[in-house]
């Protein structure tokens, strides 16, 4: 074997200078789905062969013409510098290709779902009713990208990496076959989620590498594993056809009734900070260095940092349009993007695009979104910290607005504008691209607004300044050369067996032990474990589709019983194991107070138990909608109950069943919770944000030992909760345990007792 390899590397060294010395200085080889064009000291290019595009030798290389002029234009020339290139192609582009290419596609899953949310047609029938394949183009697909010529695609849920690989070469050669050949930048939000119930085995592949969240990863205090998830994420999205990650969410979680708490990085803005730094540095670098085609550009959100929400309201919807900063603290929330997306280690220097959220952040320039805040974006961002990256909205900011509870536009402070006239007054803020918009139109009545106001050539100008931008993101990951994949290829990256190690090691590095009374754990394995079902109350999601009740395992009892021997009964029992999750204290709005004559707004509940906000605000921070006839938003002296309540019930009860034998609590944690419910009836308590059941059996079994942190503090009660400005980090009073431990920001229990080592030194 190895005399033959020896044998090849020889005869492509021969060819090679053959090659160099009297012919041509690149080989062509033809691919399943393209033609892979190799060139001797240059970039490797891809095309399709019935696309139209052909190649062109010039100085003995190879070129792809994407115009079809017969011409080597600079945006052809891969020699040449990135912005030369995307300069020389926006002064090329039409107005309608310019307008194309600030658009970025609603959410689509491949194959396209039959009705509702993400629904498509193939050849005007459903998937199921068409015989398409679940590669194959959509009818919304093919439309926005020829009539209104959109490149930026956002993807949601696919049937396998092969699929997703497939789709990839169909949408890439449609795209190519059109005037001026730019490629498709694909993206999607985080898609590396832990399954539960899904088995690890070493060697074992799967559909994605599961890892934590980013906020189960910020409880290692570790920004080189933050980095690692990067560089290996960024790997399986390219092997997937995606460029660009909606990703990451560093808002500082300083709110923490926020129904977005989990997707941060913490409340701490030190941490945040570096923890920003290294994900965007692995995201972006390919091999450690510069841009390449592993890299993926990275749209950190969201600008200046969505955490601050009054009384934690989420900006989906009209009822959380205002963030606030009570402690005069916005500077803390921008910090994770100017000192660290903004400030890299690695070569890329910052991060590629910036999504600002849907919210008003209150006295901080104009009193409308952050999408439409000159301030906030041209002078502060653009101005003071000289970003000049690509700026997106957050989805949907345009659109119209009927209710503040429903799930629909996030046009806050514009309401009265016209769809266009919205468009226009995002330009004229700073943005470059609108998210969630598959249609042209309106954004080319805003360059007619902007021509009757400021000049056909000024309008031109600033088009082709945010042209220059979108394409420089496109060009520098390599997809004008070869946005092409290897199917076979894919299959072979995406979810392999050393990334999925990789993954599920981060998981047990995210669980924190925050509770061991007496030493309960760790506990031997096959001792006999009572596990109780957990009961799960009806709920309804954003979009209005709601779940029945059921009662269901807690865990994967399979798993579990390779660990334990799993017993019906607390009497049989050496010790019981719990699993629930944080309360579920509703959004802070309820349509029914508002029949009953209320505003509508209603307390966020961080407790199992009732609550009445007798020590809320008189009068909220900000208010007013035009679908509001009253500016005042507090819900003092209003009641609310949690969805979950029967979680502290099912700890209580089984403690009561158990008497003086262990109880072991998991609890996965999607914001801060008021422990003092369940505290006393545990005896030790694990949380964690997401992981897989195995991860958790090898913590309590002892296998691996707990090394997590709080990333945010736990409050003793909702009486802290009221009291904290939702702008300020780490102000609350922490539960304090039966044992004495305080539940604070960097505190977690390893077998030995408190862990007090460089991590806690550094950030606390």
């Not at 603290?329 to 910036?354: C, R, S, W, Y």
Request: aromatic share 10%; with cysteine.
């Amino acid at each position: 074997m190895k005399h033959n390899k020896q044998n090849t590397f020889f005869i492509i060294a021969l060819c090679a200078i053959l090659l160099v010395s009297c012919g041509d200085k690149f080989t062509t080889q033809q691919n399943e789905d393209y033609i892979e064009v190799k060139n001797l000291e240059g970039s490797t290019l891809g095309y399709h062969p019935e696309s139209g595009v052909q190649l062109l030798t010039v100085d003995r290389y190879a070129f792809k013409d994407l115009n079809k002029n017969g011409e080597l234009d600079a945006y052809e020339d891969w020699r040449l510098p990135v912005k030369e290139r995307a300069k020389d192609l926006a002064k090329k582009m039409s107005l309608e290709d310019i307008a194309g290419l600030m658009l970025y596609s609603s959410h689509q899953s491949l194959p396209g779902r039959s009705r509702g949310f993400g629904s498509s047609t193939y050849n005007g029938k459903t998937f199921s009713e068409s015989g398409a394949l679940a590669s194959d183009l959509s009818d919304e697909q093919k439309k926005f990208l020829s009539d209104d010529h959109l490149r930026h695609v956002l993807i949601t849920s696919v049937e396998s990496p092969a699929v997703a690989a497939q789709w990839n070469n169909n949408v890439q050669a449609f795209a190519e076959g059109l005037y001026l050949g730019i490629p498709v930048n694909t993206s999607s939000d985080p898609r590396h989620g832990s399954d539960s119930y899904a088995e690890f085995n070493a060697g074992a592949g799967g559909d994605i590498s599961m890892w934590p969240g980013t906020l189960g990863i910020a409880a290692s205090f570790d920004p080189a594993l933050m980095k690692q998830f990067g560089e290996i994420a960024s790997k399986e999205y390219r092997a997937l056809g995606i460029a660009t990650a909606l990703s990451p969410q560093i808002d500082l979680a300083t709110e923490p009734r926020w129904s977005r708490f989990d997707g941060t990085m913490g409340e701490d803005p030190d941490l945040a900070t570096d923890l920003a730094r290294a994900y965007v540095d692995g995201f972006q670098s390919t091999n450690g260095g510069d841009w390449g085609m592993e890299s993926v550009n990275a749209m950190v959100k969201h600008w200046p940092g969505g955490g601050p929400e009054e009384g934690g309201r989420d900006g989906h919807f009209g009822y959380g349009a205002y963030a606030v900063y009570p402690g005069k603290n916005i500077k803390d929330h921008m910090q994770p993007f100017t000192e660290g997306a903004f400030k890299l280690e690695g070569p890329t220097k910052m991060a590629a695009a910036v999504m600002p959220y849907y919210t008003i952040s209150t006295g901080e320039g104009e009193k409308v979104a952050n999408g439409y805040n000159k301030y906030l974006i041209t002078d502060v961002l653009r101005g003071t910290y000289g970003y000049d990256g690509v700026l997106c909205t957050d989805w949907g900011i345009t659109r119209d607005i009927t209710s503040v509870s429903k799930f629909e536009g996030k046009p806050f402070g514009v309401e009265g504008l016209s769809v266009a006239e919205r468009h226009y007054k995002a330009i004229e803020a700073g943005m470059d691209q609108f998210g969630g918009n598959n249609d042209m139109g309106p954004v080319l009545e805003a360059y007619k607004l902007g021509v009757a106001e400021k000049g056909e050539e000024a309008m031109r100008a600033r088009f082709e300044e945010s042209a220059v931008r979108l394409l420089t993101n496109i060009f520098r990951t390599g997809l004008f050369e070869n946005p092409y994949l290897d199917v076979e290829e894919t299959k072979e990256i995406v979810g392999n067996s050393e990334y999925m190690k990789a993954g599920f090691d981060a998981q047990l590095r995210s669980i924190i032990m925050l509770k061991n009374s007496n030493k309960a754990l760790p506990i031997e394995t096959k001792q006999k474990v009572y596990v109780p079902q957990r009961y799960i109350a009806p709920t309804t999601n954003w979009w209005g589709v709601t779940t029945e009740p059921k009662t269901v395992d807690a865990f994967n009892m399979e798993v579990v019983a390779k660990y334990f021997d799993v017993v019906e009964t607390p009497e049989e029992a050496d010790f019981a194991l719990v699993g629930i999750q944080s309360p579920d204290g509703g959004v802070g709005y309820n349509d029914a107070d508002l029949e009953k004559g209320g505003n509508g707004y209603i307390p966020i509940n961080l407790q199992y138990g009732p609550y009445t906000a007798n020590t809320a605000r008189e009068v909220s921070l900000a208010g007013g909608s035009p679908l509001e006839d009253f500016t005042n938003r507090s819900y003092k002296g209003k009641s609310v109950t949690t969805i979950n309540a029967t979680d502290m019930q099912l700890v209580n009860d089984t403690k009561a069943k158990m008497g003086d034998k262990p109880v072991i609590v998991s609890v996965k944690v999607s914001k801060p919770m008021v422990f003092s419910e369940i505290e006393p009836s545990a005896s030790s308590i694990l949380i964690h944000m997401g992981v897989q059941d195995q991860a958790l059996m090898d913590i309590i079994s002892g296998k691996v030992e707990p090394s997590a942190l709080l990333p945010f503090q736990m409050p003793a009660d909702m009486l802290t909760v009221e009291a904290q400005f939702e702008d300020v980090p780490r102000d609350m009073v922490p539960h304090t345990d039966a044992d004495g431990n305080v539940y604070d920001f960097a505190f977690g229990l390893n077998w030995s007792g408190i862990i007090t080592d460089e991590r806690v030194k550094n950030y606390k």
